[in-house]
């Protein structure tokens, strides 16, 4: 079964364009010809039109994961304490093309204030260090290079990192949380975090397949949580690929 979505998820999950396709498709692959009638069956005007809309209700592609979208928007920095009460959950997708419904109606990070925060995380995990399932944790980061390309290669970096995660493209996609892009003055960034911090040999294979994926040569550096709440800024990097 997991095979078989996620070869239905790399298929579909190719570029934005592909929404049109998808949902084109979905709508011929809908048309079975399961409703017809035998010769000299009597059918109900009733099920004559349930069968009509059953075969033009377009098929939808699901996912391994259904994972869910926040937002966070916080006034100013925060402190840990406090840190957190500003983060709203948005919209839970479960399929290929909720997804492109939703992305497509949210703003790219580009357009995003300063200090703004999209969170995209497997549904029942909270993008917090609290988390259970983040607490022993930690996450990769890149950030974009800036200066060349402007603020479009956040969007393609962040929007590649979501295809990659849905889309099941990682070795150790268990291990993976969610990803979070951060609009930032000084530097726009985007994390993708895991689970379990001390499983040096999964989180490097996520850092290399990740870097592959946005054709990223630059090092980027793997933050555990438990190290940032103990040392705030002045945590250093675990890992690094
Ligand atoms: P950050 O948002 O990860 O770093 O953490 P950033 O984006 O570089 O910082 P910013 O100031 O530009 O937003 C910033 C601070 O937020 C941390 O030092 C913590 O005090 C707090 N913080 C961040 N996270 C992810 C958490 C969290 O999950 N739980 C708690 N309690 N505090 C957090």
Request: proline fraction near 5%; charged fraction near 25%.
């Amino acid at each position: 079964m997991a095979e078989v979505v996620e070869h239905s998820v790399a298929a579909e999950l190719t570029s934005p364009a592909d929404e049109q396709r998808i949902e084109k498709r979905g709508g011929d692959e809908g048309g079975g010809g399961g409703g017809v009638p035998e010769e000299g069956e009597i059918v109900s005007a009733e099920t004559q039109q349930l069968n009509r809309q059953t075969e033009a209700a377009p098929k939808k592609h699901p996912l391994e994961h259904p994972w869910t979208f926040w937002f966070d928007n916080p006034n100013g920095k925060q402190k840990q304490a406090t840190w957190g009460s500003s983060i709203r959950a948005v919209y839970t997708f479960s399929t290929v093309e909720d997804f492109w419904c939703l992305y497509n109606n949210v703003l790219q990070p580009s357009k995003l204030g300063t200090g703004t925060d999209f969170h995209c995380f497997k549904a029942g995990i909270e993008p917090k260090w609290e988390d259970p399932k983040c607490t022993n944790g930690g996450k990769w980061t890149a950030s974009p290079p800036r200066g060349t390309v402007g603020k479009g290669a956040l969007d393609i970096f962040w929007l590649h990192t979501l295809l990659a995660m849905i889309g099941e493209q990682f070795d150790e996609g268990d291990e993976i949380c969610g990803a979070v892009v951060s609009v930032r003055a000084r530097q726009d960034k985007i994390s993708i975090w895991t689970k379990t911090a001390s499983n040096e040999a999964a989180q490097v294979s996520i850092g290399k397949q990740w870097k592959d994926i946005l054709d990223f040569n630059e090092k980027i550096g793997y933050l555990v949580h438990d190290d940032a709440k103990r040392q705030d800024k002045s945590a250093k990097n675990r890992y690094y690929v």
